[in-house]
């Protein structure tokens, strides 16, 4: 494990000085599900949510915000984002009914692209969460993780799943 870098010597916040590093590719790739009813995975399944596209949306969404990240999270660098897509699957898992998204997000610069990964894939279930809302008000957004990040000092990063 590294060391907290968002912090002084005092305990003080900052953002990190990312100047000295070298500009290089970055990709990261995040996923999350949100878990439905199967009245909305079904309705999901045959585009028929009264509000429309739902899917469509959520990825829009997931775009929009993967690129206005450093707004939200504060000590996060605004980047110029080469790419940002979003993929959707609708998943039955042993009974409960599911969309995941995963979102991938390509840079060519000093830091890299994580939580913009993480981002967008969060909007694009709160998204899908508030389209669905009037149909079940019980769904629940989980298992939100990076899946794999390269590039920069760091390296390589692949999720691996721990047992619960």
Not at 36 to 43: A, G, H, T
Not at 103 to 117: I, P, Q, Y
Not at 121 to 147: G, N, P, Q, R
Request: aromatic fraction near 4%; charged fraction near 25%; charge should be negative.
């Amino acid at each position: 494990m590294g060391e907290l870098t968002h912090f002084d010597g005092e305990g003080n916040a900052v953002m990190v000085d990312v100047s000295a590093k070298t500009v290089t590719e970055r990709e990261a790739a995040a996923s999350g599900k949100i878990i439905v009813s199967l009245e909305i995975y079904n309705r999901l399944a045959a585009h028929t949510v009264a509000k429309g596209d739902v899917l469509g949306v959520a990825r829009i969404a997931a775009i929009m915000v993967a690129k206005k990240t450093s707004d939200i999270i504060p000590l996060c660098h605004p980047l110029p984002l080469n790419k940002v897509t979003v993929d959707f699957a609708l998943l039955e898992e042993a009974g409960r009914y599911a969309v995941e998204a995963t979102c991938l997000v390509k840079t060519s610069g000093r830091t890299g692209v994580e939580m913009e990964a993480l981002t967008g894939v969060s909007a694009a279930l709160l998204t899908i969460y508030d389209m669905c809302k009037a149909i079940d008000k019980s769904m629940v957004l989980t298992d939100i993780h990076l899946l794999r990040k390269s590039g920069g000092r760091s390296g390589e990063f692949t999720w691996k799943q721990q047992e619960q």
